[in-house]
């Protein structure tokens, strides 16, 4: 049976650890034990926080919307329940973004979610 010298396989496992942990402060960056454990908290963190990006800008465009809503004397509710009446299909970002740049548009569509309302 060859011989099997693992020179090369073991050092790409180390560097691409410590190409990850690259900017990482003292030896986190550095030493391969203490950046692969800061590597894999960093990439379990990377993980969740994609999921909860997504959470944080629906809520944030809700606010949005509730807020320029609220301007025309109409909640969020009963405004969402108005569009839907309506059969508008504007999603939450596309609302929360003409309740930001474009006002008048946002106020035509509060007077279709009054009136089907």
Do not use: C
Request: aromatic fraction near 6%; avoid cysteine; hydrophobic fraction near 40%.
């Amino acid at each position: 049976m060859p011989r099997v010298r693992k020179a090369v396989k073991s050092r790409q496992r180390r560097n691409k650890i410590l190409k990850m942990a690259k900017g990482y402060r003292g030896g986190r960056g550095k030493l391969l034990r203490t950046a692969s454990e800061t590597v894999a908290r960093a990439l379990v963190f990377s993980y969740r926080d994609r999921r909860t990006r997504k959470r944080d800008f629906r809520s944030l465009w809700i606010q949005r919307i509730n807020a320029a809503a609220r301007q025309h004397g109409l909640s969020y509710s009963k405004f969402m329940h108005g569009l839907e009446q309506a059969h508008v299909d504007l999603d939450r970002k596309v609302l929360a973004g003409l309740a930001v740049a474009d006002p008048q548009a946002f106020a035509r569509l509060i007077e279709v979610a009054k009136e089907a309302a």
